[in-house]
T-cell receptor
């Protein structure tokens, strides 16, 4: 399974944008880049996913490097409710599973 | 729409017993996956079912098994429980492929004593 590398932790000020990086240098052409987040005592929550092009939804934006070896999850205006562990995951079409790493623990400073 | 429902939410079992956990996916979702989350190992994939067939299996002993019914509901079973099986067991459903999003339930917290 292709692996991802994320910083263990990050801090950001409330109401500021947050850029969460992810490296996936061994990504294959059929790997989708997924982002999930997990709040304490809850199951992971889907944030966004993409294949090649940048993606936007109501929660966040996903910027994918041209060579697809890295991506960045962008929270445009962080709130205290965004404090969570964020997981960057590669999911392969035909190999239907999510391989979670250790994720990035995001702390939001009021 | 209703989310992924897992029952029970909490469970305490004794070593050597067996346990069955249940997962009802989002209506229309045909893929159900199971994950184990522990403080030491993080989130680990157990298995995935689609249309009653197991398509993928993680690296867990044979004591861990599952099945999916024709209505897409799924159960997982752990036999001969060990203390190390204490974990949060999470179920996720999706329409069909990795091209889509997965919706997770809140999990079943299993404690083995």
């Amino acid at each position: 399974d292709a692996k991802t590398t994320q910083p263990n932790s990050m801090e950001s000020n409330e109401e500021e944008p947050v850029h969460l990086p992810c490296n996936h240098s061994t990504i294959s052409g059929t790997d989708y880049i997924h982002w999930y987040r997990q709040l304490p005592s809850q199951g992971p929550e889907y944030v966004i996913h993409g294949l090649t092009s940048n993606v936007n939804n109501r929660m966040a934006s996903l910027a994918i490097a041209e060579d697809r070896k890295s991506s960045t999850l962008i929270l445009h205006r962080a709130t205290l409710r965004d404090a969570a562990v964020y997981y960057c995951i590669l999911a392969n079409f035909g190999n239907e599973k999510l391989t979670f790493g250790t994720g990035t623990r995001l702390t939001i400073i009021p | 729409k209703a989310g992924v429902t897992q029952t029970p939410r909490y469970l305490i079992k004794t070593r050597g017993q067996q346990v069955t956990l249940s997962c009802s996916p989002i209506s229309g979702h045909r893929s159900v996956s199971w994950y184990q989350q522990t403080p030491g190992q993080g989130l680990q994939f157990l298995f995935e079912y689609f249309s009653e067939t197991q398509r993928n299996k993680g690296n867990f002993p044979g004591r861990f098994s599952g099945r999916q019914f024709s209505n897409s509901r799924s159960e997982m079973n752990v036999s001969t429980l060990e203390l190390g099986d204490s974990a949060l067991y999470l179920c996720a459903s999706s329409l069909s492929t990795a091209a889509g999003s997965y919706t997770f339930g809140s999990g079943t917290r299993l404690t083995v004593v």
